[in-house]
């Protein structure tokens, strides 16, 4: 399977815990960004990484979360000291993008659903 | 910023009816549009894209073509199957990271 992936596909958390997400992009892709998707929604963009880089980052993601991309390949995603208003379902895709110029279109992984409690 | 409004649904046909999905932009430069579909437990999975201004997508029976002039990019199809109820999200792609900007999404079900 190429594809994106993510893990874990389910994660239950207390109010205040922290949580780590794992995404692994299409292997030759050099763009890999995040989105939250709510219920009902469509998804909602928060950071943006090219290579190893993180060159954009939506006011969505606040200062309990960071994002980490190592080596240009896997990514991570930290929620520090979660609340209830961060459950959701987050997701990662993968585009290749060369200069200026292509469609960019970007591949989705199955997304990571978590529940705060 | 960038927005993408959506018809709003859910939208209920009979299996074959014909379907439009209406979606609007607006955006500052040329931005690519897409249609992104979600089936039940699935994820997003790339319906069609077009890249500039009379572009048509297609793809699977569905067709979307770039309006610049109403700044629009409906989807349709002329013949619907139950296979084919699931969530639908029109996006555009702009900015300096080429992220995707989301309509609110469309349910789609379709009755044999």
């Known amino acids: 399977d190429t594809g994106v992936s993510q893990d874990p596909r389910h994660k239950i958390t207390k109010r205040g815990q922290n949580v780590t997400f794992r995404c692994d992009p299409i292997s030759e892709h050099n763009r890999l960004y995040w989105y939250r998707q709510t219920l009902g929604q469509g998804p909602e963009f928060l950071t943006y990484f090219q290579n190893e880089a993180q060159l954009e980052k939506s006011r969505l993601l606040s200062d309990r979360f960071s994002a980490e991309r190592p080596k240009g390949s896997f990514s991570t995603l930290e929620i520090q000291r979660t609340e209830q208003g961060d459950s959701a379902m987050y997701l990662c895709a993968s585009s290749l993008g060369r200069g200026t110029s292509g469609s960019y279109e970007q591949y989705f992984g199955p997304g990571t659903r978590l529940t705060v409690t | 910023g960038d927005s993408v409004t959506q018809m709003e649904g859910p939208v209920t046909l009979s299996e074959e009816a014909f379907l439009t999905i209406n979606c609007t932009y607006t955006a500052t430069g040329y931005p690519s549009l897409f249609w992104y579909v979600q089936y039940p437990g699935e994820g997003l999975q790339l319906l069609l894209k077009a890249t500039k201004a009379d572009d048509k997508g297609s793809n699977k029976g569905f067709e979307a073509t770039y309006r610049k002039e109403t700044t629009s990019f409906h989807l349709e199809k002329g013949s619907v199957q139950v296979s084919d109820s699931a969530v639908y999200f029109c996006?555009?792609?702009?900015?300096?990271?080429?992220?995707?900007?989301f309509g609110s999404g469309t349910q789609l079900t379709v009755l044999p």
């Open positions: 996006a555009l792609s702009g900015g300096s990271a080429r992220q995707l900007t």
